[in-house]
């Protein structure tokens, strides 16, 4: 029932920006905590950020603390990714997550406890 929609993705140079969006369908999006997922080539998918439903708790991968900010706005039914300082190990396709089973923020890194998954956007951070 769910449909999330990513955009923003692109190519920048290291230490750019972009700002990635995911637009969800429905009327639940505040009932799920929501999270951006990356893989790179020929690696696993791994966790980025991640956001509580009313947007006031967000853990974020170490690699990534510091430089990226995930937010939501639940009025527009869309959670972003501000992406800053890229680095070329930044490049993966970017994929927004959500979940409506996540009650405790710690297990937010979890793939297995989301549900709903956009189609994934391409960053390409060149040097």
């Known amino acids: 029932q769910v449909q999330l929609v990513e955009s923003g993705g692109g190519l920048v140079q290291a230490g750019g920006s972009l700002r990635l969006s995911c637009a969800a369908s429905?009327?639940?999006?505040?009932?799920?905590?929501m999270g951006w997922f990356r893989q790179a080539p020929g690696k696993e998918r791994e966790f980025v950020a991640g956001?509580?439903?009313?947007?006031?708790?967000?853990y974020y991968a170490d690699s990534v603390k510091g430089r990226f900010t995930i937010s939501r706005d639940n009025a527009k039914k869309t959670v972003y990714l501000q992406m800053n300082s890229l680095k070329p190990e930044d490049t993966a396709v970017y994929y927004c997550?959500?979940?409506?089973?996540?009650?405790?923020?710690?297990?937010?890194?979890?793939?297995?406890?989301?549900?709903?998954w956009g189609q994934g956007t391409q960053v390409t951070v060149s040097s």
């Open positions: 997550a959500g979940s409506g089973s996540i009650f405790n923020l710690n297990v937010v890194q979890s793939p297995r406890l989301y549900t709903y």
């Open positions: 429905g009327r639940t999006f505040s009932t799920y905590v």
């Open positions: 956001i509580s439903r009313s947007g006031s708790s967000t």
